[in-house]
């Protein structure tokens, strides 16, 4: 085995985990989907869909702790002599176990994506609720406004958004391709990114700040649908 072949596997299993992380929002987009149409009466079918989020959160934390004793055996192996490199395959496959034996089911339940798809089914009913019953008043603060007094429109793209991504420090939202390109650019260029929202004091907006927000995305959807958007 040779670093150069273990680096590829490890940079497959990274891209991996790009796939995975789009299967939890669309796993998250289905429920939303459900809870729109059956409220959570159908509960069957959104125990259904949390098993599945939490089966690909155990797949991200398993890449992970498969990338963290990679990258410690690697690391130890290149402080030895060539022939340990015979053992690296075992080094890293102990190491791995040793991991992973200390992951527990609570840790795959805060995974990001996880706690995000129970806190947007948990508001997508909530709203819908007080659609229903006509009484805004007990709504969370974010999801208060209603959809024609929420502004879709990314103040960076200056058009509706497609996947809305929440700052979760100052709360404004931005279109997640152009933020995270801008983001990009800046790091590149050595700045940091203000928020673009008028009046907004936060000077450096990092990625690690935003969260894709499936509510808002389908509120988007539904406001495209009713006002005859494709």
Known sequence: MSLSSVQSTVSTLKSCQTDIGACMDMISDVALGIVEAQGMDNSSALKKLEDMILECSRLDRE??????????????????????????????????????????????????????????????????????????????????????QTNFICPLTQVEMVNPMKNKKCNHYYDQGAVLEMIKVKHKNKKTFRCPKVGCDNTDVQQSDLELDLVMKRMIQNHKRQSGKT
């Open 63 to 148: 890449i992970n702790c498969f990338v963290d004793s990679v990258d410690e055996m690697t690391a130890q192996v290149r402080q030895e002599p060539p022939e340990a490199m015979v053992h690296l395959r075992n080094s890293v496959k102990g190491r791995f176990t040793e991991l992973m034996a200390g992951v527990s089911d609570a840790d795959l339940q805060r995974h990001s994506k996880v706690v995000a798809f129970k806190d947007s089914v948990r508001k997508y009913a909530m709203q819908g609720q007080t659609a229903d019953e006509n009484e805004e008043d007990d709504l969370d603060e974010d999801i208060a406004v209603t959809q024609s």
